[in-house]
């Protein structure tokens, strides 16, 4: 199947700071990507749907302005949480359809703990 | 938008009984509905789909069925193993557009006990 890396896999950082998350589509071009939000023992929430060359399309309840989405190739999404705090410590995970309507492919995950 | 229900949230049988999860969702436009098994920690592993066209599919010891009319479909397990102990995510979308994002269930904790 195909292949979606997501990087890093795990980050720790400090209140207040930026972390950019990275998600790659290996052996295919996606023009669209998905990033998800998963708390512990809790469901996939769709945070947004990343455009190739477009805006995010965000969920609602989700700021568009703390969650920076920019998909700047047809290859690559990134999530930038801003200015975070310990509540958006979560699993964040990216995926991408390989062509066609079908089988979403998922990232490794990214394990972000804001302390 | 679209909503997905799913029941039960833990499911505990022995080993080499079978296991039923059940979904419901919303949107009668959905026509894509895949299941996925998560083990701690990693990413979503998809186990089987179905689209609307069909009312059952089958892969070895996994089963779907679709009920188009009543908007709910179920996954089967037979024969489980302690290795199928995860969690178990159903989700729907609609796939006309070139989106088709997909709306996750909450989940069920499955174990099988040896």
């Known amino acids: 199947g195909a292949v979606v890396s997501q990087h890093p896999s795990w980050v720790i950082c400090k209140s207040g700071t930026s972390v950019k998350i990275e998600c790659r589509s290996l052996d295919f071009q996606a023009t669209t990507m998905f990033w998800y939000r998963q708390f512990p023992k809790q469901s996939l929430m769709l945070m947004a749907t990343s455009n190739e060359g477009s805006k995010a399309?965000?969920?609602?309840?989700?700021?568009?302005d703390k969650f920076l989405i920019n998909h700047a190739s047809l290859t690559l999404s990134t999530l930038t949480v801003t200015s975070a705090?310990?509540?958006?410590?979560?699993?964040?995970i990216c995926s991408a359809r390989a062509g066609g309507p079908g089988e979403l492919f998922f990232g490794e995950g990214s394990r972000l703990t804001v302390l | 938008g679209e909503n997905v229900e799913q029941h039960?949230?833990?499911?505990?049988?022995?080993?080499?009984d079978s296991a039923v999860i059940k979904c419901t969702y919303s949107d009668s436009a959905s026509n894509y509905f895949p299941w996925y098994k998560q083990e701690l920690g990693k990413?979503?592993?998809?186990?089987?789909?179905?689209?609307?066209?069909?009312?059952e599919k089958k892969d070895q010891r996994i089963a779907v069925t679709l009920n188009k009319t009543a908007k709910h479909f179920s996954l089967h397990i037979t024969e489980?193993?302690?290795?199928?102990?995860?969690?178990?995510?159903?989700?729907?979308?609609?796939?006309?557009?070139?989106y088709g994002k997909l709306t996750f269930g909450q989940g069920t904790i499955l174990t099988v006990h040896p």
Request: with cysteine.
């Open chain 1, 57 to 64: 399309t965000y969920e609602q309840g989700v700021e568009k």
């Open chain 1, 85 to 92: 705090h310990p509540e958006d410590s979560s699993f964040y």
């Open chain 2, 8 to 16: 039960p949230s833990t499911l505990s049988v022995q080993e080499g």
């Open chain 2, 43 to 55: 990413r979503p592993q998809l186990i089987i789909d179905i689209r609307s066209n069909v009312g």
């Open chain 2, 80 to 98: 489980t193993q302690p290795e199928d102990s995860a969690v178990y995510f159903c989700a729907a979308s609609f796939t006309g557009t070139s």
